[in-house]
């Protein structure tokens, strides 16, 4: 540094400023030998040369002199292929690099200049961290949905901050699982819990497709949804939702972030802008013991975390302006577009997304939850493995499937009305007296009464039955095959004579 007054050491200029490329430099120099060649050299435009390429004019005559730099035999040190290997098993470690070849006549500070000079820092951080290094230097190119509803991207994020749940004895950090349009940048629909899980993603995918107007007109279903390979976005329900909704399915490989840039960069927001500024917030200055700091209470609770974070997706969708987005807000960037939206009514919504599991009757319902579902429907299945289908962080009521069937809507028994209690009751009564009824039926069809026999020979049946279900049962279209079949042995009348048969066929006979 040079103190006010003092004058200047010879090469302060050139360090001080500005150097230009080395073509620059070279073309430079060739301009004034061009014009020393056609009508001398003179001190002003070595001056000015001097100025524009900002070195001193001392470097200028010695560049006019000797060449620029560059072009010259280098006399820095060339890096060989064992200091290079040596420098990778030392995990970038120089000074080890250099007394391993101290007989080759370089200094240790040359060395490391030269290592800085010939590898990228890419390559640097590559040797020293492995792959987390090369990817923090890689290149990505960016991309741009064209349209709204375009391609949502999708992602689970671990709150930084603790909270205290309902029933819980110790606070835990809550997750949350968010779905972003690429194209404008809005938050479309969100859900959080305290474990990341298929019901959260249904959970957040229905509020994210459902236009409701009083969190603004956007929504619909999107083209493309990419989400990593966690297994909760894998999970069957989450497949089957984006077959029936349209929607083509994108994973995102291992370890590729860049991917979905943009809902990471909003989870960077998030971090920064709102739970940063939270109590408990779980990066924050702790204790030399550990603890955290914060306040002299209890953490909040999840649902006081619910409604901080409604407020903020609020203002980040229609009030913050987004610096990728030209100073607009995401609304605003939604708004500009015409595309039109596919929507699906909430009635079927309600049916598409819903999570699944498989669950037992049991004598008393369907223990679900921690509580325990019934419905007329579950009377007589005690025993059978069904499908239960809910609305995640909603217990009011469950759906009920036998294989793939639908049953009925099952909901706990400490919430069941005077009339729910009735229609169960009922549809006891009901299959208790249907399946009585099938019994006496049985039993008469079973119950077949015998003639008396006093010889041997084959029992003849003597049942008595109705016309109308002899014809059914016999086929027979008339009186004639009724009559032949009567057993007039049993009053001890004789058997007709064949007159009396002939005269009865031929209606000759009259009462």
């Known amino acids: ?260 840039g943009k809902l990471e960069r909003a989870n960077r927001t998030i971090t920064q802008e709102l739970m940063s500024g939270l109590p408990f917030y779980t990066d924050g200055p702790r204790a030399i013991d550990g603890h955290l700091y914060g306040p002299d209470t209890a953490p909040m609770s999840l649902a006081c975390l619910v409604g901080e974070f409604d407020r903020w997706v609020r203002d980040y969708n229609t009030v913050r302006p987004h610096s990728a987005l030209q100073g607009k807000t995401p609304l605003q960037r939604w708004s500009t577009d015409a595309t039109p939206l596919r929507t699906v009514a909430d009635d079927d919504l309600r049916w598409l997304l819903l999570a699944d599991q498989t669950r037992r009757v049991l004598k008393d319902g369907i223990h679900f939850h921690g509580l325990i579902f019934v419905a007329p429907e579950l009377n007589a299945r005690v025993g059978q493995d069904v499908e239960v289908r809910y609305t995640p962080h909603d217990d009011r009521q469950i759906e009920v499937f036998l294989d793939g069937r639908w049953l009925g809507t099952a909901r706990p028994q400490n919430a069941l009305s005077a009339a729910d209690r009735d229609r169960i009751l009922d549809q006891r009564r009901a299959d208790a007296a249907e399946q009585g009824r099938r019994q006496r039926q049985a039993s008469r069809r079973a119950r077949t009464r015998l003639a008396a026999m006093t010889e041997p020979g084959q029992a003849e049946v003597t049942t008595v039955i109705a016309e109308d279900a002899a014809r059914c049962e016999l086929g027979m279209g008339d009186d004639l095959a009724l009559r032949r079949q009567a057993r007039l042995g049993l009053l001890d009348l004789g058997a007709p004579s064949p007159d009396a048969g002939a005269a009865a066929d031929t209606g000759e006979n009259e009462s």
């Open 1 to 260: 540094m040079t103190l006010p007054g003092s004058p200047e050491r010879p090469g302060d200029d050139d360090r001080r400023r500005a150097r230009l490329p080395a073509d620059a430099r070279r073309l430079v120099v060739d301009q004034l030998r061009a014009l020393a060649g056609a009508d001398g050299m003179t001190s002003q435009r070595v001056r000015l040369a001097a100025a524009a390429a900002g070195v001193s004019e001392r470097t200028m005559w010695r560049w006019l002199r000797d060449g620029p730099p560059g072009e010259g035999p280098s006399r820095a040190h060339q890096l060989s292929e064992g200091q290079l290997d040596d420098y990778a098993s030392h995990r970038g470690n120089a000074a080890a690099v250099w007394r391993l070849h101290q007989g080759e006549g370089m200094s240790k500070r040359t060395l490391q200049r030269a290592f800085a000079r010939e590898l990228r820092p890419g390559d640097r951080a590559a040797i020293v961290e492995g792959a987390e290094g090369r990817r923090r230097h890689q290149v990505y190119l960016r991309w741009e949905a064209s349209r709204r509803n375009e391609i949502w991207e999708a992602d689970h994020k671990e709150l930084e901050v603790l909270v205290l749940a309902p029933r819980a004895q110790r606070p835990a950090k809550p997750w949350v699982t968010i779905f972003l349009d690429a194209y404008s940048r809005l938050i479309m629909g969100w859900a959080i819990s305290l474990y990341p899980s298929a019901a959260t993603v249904l959970a957040a995918l229905g509020k994210a497709i459902r236009v409701d107007a009083e969190r603004g007109p956007f929504g619909g279903v999107p083209s493309v949804l990419r989400w990593d390979g966690g297994l909760e976005f894998a999970a069957k329900a989450l497949s089957s939702a984006a077959g029936v909704l349209g929607s083509a399915v994108r994973t995102a490989p291992p370890y590729s972030p860049h991917l979905k």
